[in-house]
């Protein structure tokens, strides 16, 4: 009965009462996909189904922390980040990975892919609801990392889910209708969110310049990253490509700024943070600043 609740509260909440705006709603989350890798099965994926016998036959398992992957605009399960962030973990981590795959409306229109975010984090909150009543899921072991949209899409999910989530981490957040959108992903979205800004500067960024997570990394100045040739495109991805080389490496440490003055000079000179890897629980909080190489491990 809670979670029909839930489920009904949000709709009303995101979308109103207006039946029009139900069904689109329902269409949109409908499409959704969930892939679950471990190391066990680390090229194979189980495609997870959101009913009781799919989510027992699947190799999730409680012992385990969980992580969820999220892609953004024009992208799908099988690429952009998820096939590299998805490894890197598994190489790091024994845990349980769950790929979301909403390319259906993320292959649309930007726009049209926007509108959607609300109903692919409804039917994602669905999901994880039942993992956590079938006791395969714990809210305070789950971490989510969505890049683009999927950082939005994220944020959408932890808020539904009440905040609880142990940690949500946004890969440079769409900037494009979410600069001053009050339901972009923010620090109430899950116990800590760390946000990582790599293409945030400019007319032509990509991504969110500004500071909206309980931590906020901007390598480089956040903007402009090392081998990308002023390439917008390039320094976006740059985001999930750091975060999957501090889940092997843990080796990119920041230092906090007391200003944006300092950030943008290169002079921050605060107490240190590492940024990225899979730790749910970081002592810190404000803006940091990390220098980094243009190739891999940077």
């Not at 190489?91 to 692919?120: E, F, K, L, R, T």
């Not at 539904?160 to 959108?181: H, M």
Request: aromatic share 10%; glycine share 10%.
């Amino acid at each position: 009965m809670f979670k029909f609740i839930l489920f009904a509260a949000a709709l009303v909440t995101l979308h109103g009462s207006n039946a029009d705006n139900v069904n689109r709603f329902t269409r949109q989350g409908n499409f959704n996909k969930y892939y679950v890798y471990t190391r066990e099965n680390s090229r194979q994926f189980y495609e997870l189904l959101d009913t009781q016998a799919s989510i027992y036959a699947s190799p999730i398992v409680l012992a385990r922390d969980t992580v969820v992957i999220i892609h953004g605009h024009h992208a799908s399960a099988f690429n952009s980040l998820n096939p590299t962030v998805k490894d890197a973990l598994l190489v790091a981590n024994d845990i349980n990975i769950i790929v979301v795959d909403w390319s259906v409306y993320a292959s649309q229109s930007y726009s049209n892919a926007v509108g959607a975010v609300p109903s692919i984090a409804m039917f994602l909150a669905t999901l994880i609801t039942n993992l956590v009543g079938n006791s395969r899921v714990a809210l305070n072991r789950l971490h989510i990392v969505g890049f683009n949209l999927g950082a939005h899409v994220a944020g959408f999910t932890g808020r539904t889910l009440g905040g609880g989530v142990a940690r949500i981490t946004g890969l440079d957040p769409s900037k494009s209708q979410w600069g001053t959108n009050s339901r972009r992903l923010n620090a109430s979205d899950a116990s800590y969110v760390e946000v990582i800004h790599t293409d945030g500067n400019g007319w032509q960024a990509n991504g969110l310049g500004t500071a909206i997570g309980h931590v906020d990394f901007f390598p480089n100045g956040g903007g402009n990253q090392p081998g990308c040739f002023l390439s917008n495109r390039c320094s976006h991805n740059r985001a999930w490509e750091l975060f999957a080389a501090s889940l092997i490496h843990d080796h990119l440490v920041a230092n906090r700024c007391d200003t944006n003055l300092q950030l943008s000079m290169n002079t921050c000179r605060g107490y240190t943070l590492k940024m990225g890897n899979n730790k749910y629980i970081k002592l810190g909080s404000g803006i940091f600043r990390v220098n980094t190489k243009s190739t891999f491990p940077y």
